[in-house]
């Protein structure tokens, strides 16, 4: 697989941006078993497990990358993740959608805050936190992220607000790029929220991110109206809308 036509796509299609960076994560071996087809207008991906990743500058151009994945596998998959432009073509097929989740990509150049922060990486000891953080965020969100452990965290970072070492909300950082800085997962005790805490973490990572000179950049569901919001008055800008589809038969729901 060459990554290097995967980051020319994407550089003109930010659609494409987060898969072209978890791309990048993975190893040779499940590389070596995924599938892609890039041409000028599209990049469609087949994984090893049979999902599919779609992603088009026009419909048409959707259109035709699903075409390819369909006759590439011999049907449908149990899960489709790409361009939200293409629900109207999954709706035609009259494929039983089980679970059909849009969300924006959005992006803050140039980030820097003067937001005080009582912010700082995990450790080892703080596994039972990062448990009960995980645990509760993805019973909100209705997902099903699974839950780091501290010791094979590799590049990833995971940020804990705390006051007086009490636990107030974690944030984790969950793609490492040269140049765009992936969060995600941010939570906040519910009884703490819309007191600025969200903000004073958020400043703290956006601060690690000027310093390395990237951008951060974020998945947010779109009807997650207060979770758009705040990040808008933050400065996010809206890039793309994505989604993903769980067709019946799925098993796998993704976040």
Known sequence: MNLNQLNAFSASNPCAQNYVDVMGTESESYLADYKLFVGERYLAGLSPEGN????????QD?????????NEKGGWPD???????????????????????????????NPTSDNPTTTRQVVAGDQEI???????????????????????LAG???????????????????????????????YILPHLRRKGHGHDIMGHIENTASAAGQSVDLLVNIANESAVSFYKKRGYQILSENAFWCLEGSERIPG
């Open 52 to 59: 599919f990743n779609i992603y088009g500058h026009e419909l």
């Open 156 to 186: 990833s970072k995971l940020y804990l607000l705390e006051d007086s070492g009490e636990f107030l909300g974690g944030c984790a950082n969950t793609l490492v790029n040269e140049s765009r800085l992936w969060i995600g997962r941010l």
């Open 62 to 70: 959707l259109e035709q990358a699903l075409g390819l994945l369909l």
């Open 130 to 152: 990062i448990n009960f953080w995980y645990e509760n965020f993805n019973r909100d969100e209705n997902s099903s992220w699974s839950t780091p452990n501290v010791a094979e």
């Open 79 to 109: 899960l489709i993740i790409g361009d939200n432009r293409l629900h109207p073509l999954i709706e035609k097929s009259q494929q039983k959608v089980t679970r059909y989740n849009p969300y924006y990509s959005m992006r803050l150049e």
